[in-house]
């Protein structure tokens, strides 16, 4: 069974700051990887989907890795902005599945 | 707008009582879920349906029954409400079963407080 993990829980860091946030996953056959957003009270919003066979992707400043055989993925944030806290979550689809399992989340704060 | 919106945002309500949240995608997506967000703010899977189909169901009380009338809305009725249901309910599609290229998109969420 699938199981995802975030390092950090929490993070604050001042403005202008490049910053990594980790998610591991313990079942490598992944199908796909999806990186989130959720504001206090809010739904999620999508950031950025990594399939299997892709090594990253970008939108802006912000870069998602993944690494399948180590069972990892990474969200780079560069030059980050007090609008950029929130929750960052990472979830996982295994193939043949369609459901996401997800990471606890890594609240981000950053100070202006 | 394209979305997947979900009825109502905050819902207060009695223990013993029966609730329903509504979920409609105009996405043209296959698969509608129900994700529950508990107290910690963890998500985990509770119900996929695809095409008016349930094809997952996550070990959730009977308590909680989906309906699905169409591909494009998947409704939630839960029963002699518990204070344990307490938590945010998100609504969420996606356009294939196995999510594909294009991967998931979700509602704003259901607030429910059991009191």
């Known amino acids: 069974k699938q199981e995802v993990t975030q390092i950090p829980a929490a993070l604050s860091v001042p403005e202008g700051e490049n910053l990594v946030l980790n998610c591991s996953f313990t079942?490598?056959?992944?199908?796909?990887l999806q990186w989130f957003r959720q504001d206090p009270g809010k739904g999620l919003t999508s950031l950025l989907l990594?399939?299997?066979?892709?090594r990253e992707q970008t939108s802006g400043r912000l870069n998602a890795s993944l690494d399948k055989s180590s069972g990892r993925s990474t969200l780079y944030i560069a030059a980050s902005q007090p609008g950029d806290s929130a929750t960052y979550l990472c979830?996982?689809?295994?193939?043949?599945?369609?459901?996401?399992?997800f990471g606890k989340g890594t609240m981000l704060l950053v100070s202006p | 707008d394209t979305a997947v919106s979900q009825t109502p945002k905050y819902l207060v309500t009695q223990m013993g009582n029966d609730k329903s949240i509504k979920c409609e995608q105009n996405?043209?997506?296959?698969?509608m879920y129900w994700y529950k967000q508990d107290s910690k703010k963890f998500l985990k899977i509770m119900f996929s349906?695809?095409?008016?189909?349930?094809?997952i169901n996550e070990t959730v009380p009977n308590r909680f029954s989906p309906k699905s009338p169409d591909k494009a809305h998947l409704n939630l009725h839960i029963n002699s409400l518990e204070l344990g249901d307490s938590a945010v309910y998100f609504c969420?599609?996606?356009?294939?079963?196995?999510?594909?290229?294009?991967?998931?998109?979700f509602g704003s969420g259901t607030r429910l407080t059991v009191v």
């Open positions: 969420a599609s996606s356009p294939l079963t196995g999510v594909g290229d294009y991967g998931y998109t």
């Open positions: 079942d490598s056959a992944i199908y796909n």
């Open positions: 990594i399939q299997s066979s892709q």
């Open positions: 979830a996982a689809t295994n193939s043949g599945y369609s459901t996401l399992t």
């Open positions: 996405l043209g997506h296959d698969t």
């Open positions: 349906y695809n095409n008016k189909e349930l094809i």
